[in-house]
């Protein structure tokens, strides 16, 4: 069994392009999939806004 | 239950679990029973987090919880999408370039082996505690479906689930978790088809969104700033960021989900498909017990849930009497506010906006003296107000009126999802226990195969411990919101600790571990001391990693500059 020491660290490079890229076709970077997910969120908020407000 | 459920119910347990056992045959190395075999893609990473979250607990309580509070628990997964993409962004490079088995591997290598210690230590025992409270989720439809004493069932299910986590570990729980999810998802969609079609032929979804509405059971956000109100959306988007950013970041038992992905892409994928997903699937469980709210007021629902337990208390012979008049006095009640709310629709249907608000005046009314009966009934159950039947109402509904085959399969959803969680719960705490304590402090030079023995022992050990706290156990809250609360009590310290490893270079080992002995010490005193309605439990969050944060700054300004940490350890 290996101690924690021991366990080889992925190459950096290979960790920087994968923090890099996102492999998704229109969400090119990091920054554009947290944007998203972001948005979502205050849709999300605003449809509950709305439900709670026709009904109430 | 017939023959056709349990047909159902076996068919989907087992081949779920025979497939676990077949996927992750002949893996016997420690390091892929713990965390996986590192090759996991982003879509079943996505399934497994959710799975595990979404336990048991989530589909037998939170309908409960929609019925009985309406909408406004959701703003509680407020937190979730900054929460994941924080972790996403800082969390994961650090912990896959440092390639860590458990998370508080990191506090050793970026503090001390006592930081290390005390972030396991605290880990373990809000873990165990709260695989107590998991355990109650299967023990309750037990219970229910045969009429069993609960702490017979805790016992039954809790046995279940040890050996289905011991024979698989890490691998065999993401495997299997995105069939678990299929089944879960499936009986949920089937469940909420079947309350749809129950409801009043007369009662359309616009007039039972209508009527939840007026009974204040639609009120989803609420923008009062109020510490003692437990759900806004202040403490939705503050201090359940905190308390998501410990569960998600710093809990074992998800840390070790996204890092078996196969590259930091796949674990951020799958962290954002929940931070995407979660909170309109939190909204469908939480609308269900809403509209399952408003499918009992026209058909009589028991005064007490747990019929079980009124059952039990109505045994005595003191009791007898009083709880028959209760139920009559029930029934009244109910058979006016029926009327009252047929009056209310009526009204409404002929467009004569004084009559409808004259009526809905009565009906709001008349509800009030059906939920004091409902009180009183609580407290003719336990006189305490310990007790709760709302993690009672849902199994109530599948029971008595889902056709046979679908019974079959809701019950099989609960022990998927119970399984999932259950597994993934105490995995985490046989791993970290390995890992972080027995390898780290007993022995240090054993072999694999000891290892992957003792981790396997120790899965066994926190199991028995989790089925001994929950048969102690007499619950006041209904499930979800003690899961939380108890998770409220303990994250402060774990996530704070991860906070300042991340952003405070300055601060070392000795200073961090003092100011988290003093915030889980001021978390305490706030949980005995202080009631809920002045300090709601979410913002021990925020409270305790600030006091963390300044009391270490303060030790380490006494202490004068510790060695600087390794560059790797570190956000950028």
């Known amino acids: 069994m290996k101690s924690p020491s021991d366990n080889p660290a992925p190459a950096v490079a290979t960790l920087e392009t994968d923090n890099a890229v996102t492999g998704l076709p229109v969400l090119r970077t990091w920054r554009m999939v947290y944007l998203l997910v972001l948005v979502l969120f205050v849709v999300c908020v605003a449809l509950l806004l709305i439900l709670e407000r026709t009904f109430s | ?572």
């Not at chain 2, 995407?276 to 509209?291: E, R, T, W, Y």
């Open chain 2, 1 to 572: 239950m017939n023959a056709l459920d349990w047909l159902v119910l076996l068919g989907a347990i087992l081949s779920i679990a025979v497939y676990g056992v077949w996927h992750t045959r002949g893996r016997h190395n420690t390091e892929t029973y713990l965390k996986g075999a590192g090759d996991t893609r982003w879509f079943v990473i996505g399934l497994s987090v959710m799975a595990t979250q979404a336990s048991a607990v989530t589909f037998l309580s939170t309908p409960g919880q929609g019925f009985q509070g309406g909408l406004g628990f959701v703003q509680f997964y407020f937190g979730i999408p900054i929460a994941l993409i924080i972790i996403a962004a800082i969390f994961v490079p650090i912990y896959r370039r440092l390639n860590v088995i458990t998370a508080y591997e990191y506090l050793g290598r970026r503090f001390d082996a006592k930081t290390r210690l005390l972030g396991a230590a605290v880990f373990l025992l809000q873990r165990a505690l709260g695989a107590g409270l998991t355990i109650y989720a299967p023990a309750i439809v037990l219970s229910k479906v045969f009429g069993w004493p609960l702490g017979a069932t805790i016992l039954l299910s809790g046995i279940i689930v040890i050996v289905y986590t011991t024979s698989g570990g890490s691998d065999a729980v993401n495997a299997t978790q995105k069939y678990q999810i299929a089944v879960i998802f499936a009986g949920m969609m089937a469940a909420f088809a079947i309350l749809l079609l129950k409801l009043p032929r007369d009662l359309t979804v616009p007039d039972a969104l209508t009527l939840a509405g007026g009974l204040g059971k639609l009120n989803a956000v609420d923008f009062s700033f109020d510490l003692g109100k437990r759900y806004t959306i202040w403490s939705g988007v503050i201090a359940a960021t905190f308390h998501m950013l410990a569960y998600f970041g710093a809990d074992q038992s998800q840390v070790q989900r996204y890092l078996s992905g196969a590259s930091v892409r796949e674990s951020r994928l799958g962290l954002m498909f929940n931070a995407a997903l979660k909170i309109p699937m939190q909204f469908s469980i939480l609308i269900f017990g809403v509209l399952l709210f408003v499918f009992y007021q026209f058909e009589k629902p028991p005064v007490y849930f747990d019929q079980v337990a009124w059952h039990e208390s109505a045994a005595a012979a003191a009791q007898a009497e009083k709880m028959n008049a209760l139920d009559q006095k029930f029934s009244a009640a109910f058979e006016t506010q029926r009327e009252q709310l047929r009056a209310w629709l009526a009204a409404r249907h002929a467009h004569n906006a004084t009559a409808e608000s004259a009526a809905r005046a009565a009906a709001t009314k008349a509800h009030d003296r059906v939920e004091a009966v409902r009180q009183e009934a609580r407290l003719a159950v336990d006189a305490h107000g310990r007790r709760n039947d709302t993690d009672y109402i849902f199994i109530t509904f599948i029971l008595n009126y889902f056709p046979h085959g679908l019974i079959g399969l809701l019950i099989a959803t609960f022990f998927a999802a119970a399984l999932s969680a259950k597994a993934a719960e105490l995995n985490a705490l046989g791993s970290a226990t390995t890992v972080d304590v027995y390898r780290h402090v007993v022995r240090r030079d054993a072999t694999d195969a000891h290892y992957l023995r003792a981790s396997r022992w120790f899965t066994v050990f926190w199991g028995a411990m989790s089925i001994t706290f929950a048969l102690c156990l007499t619950l006041a809250e209904n499930l979800v919101q003690a899961v939380n609360i108890l998770g409220a009590i303990f994250y402060p310290v774990i996530l704070s600790l991860f906070i300042v490893g991340f952003f405070f270079r300055r601060i070392g080992g000795t200073a961090v571990f003092c100011g988290a002995l003093a915030a889980q010490i001021l978390v305490l005193v706030l949980f005995f001391t202080v009631p809920d309605s002045r300090i709601s439990y979410l913002w021990y969050n925020p409270i305790g990693c600030v006091v963390c944060l300044l009391v270490s700054s303060l030790v380490q300004t006494i202490r004068g500059p510790d060695r600087e940490p390794a560059e790797d350890c570190s956000a950028p």
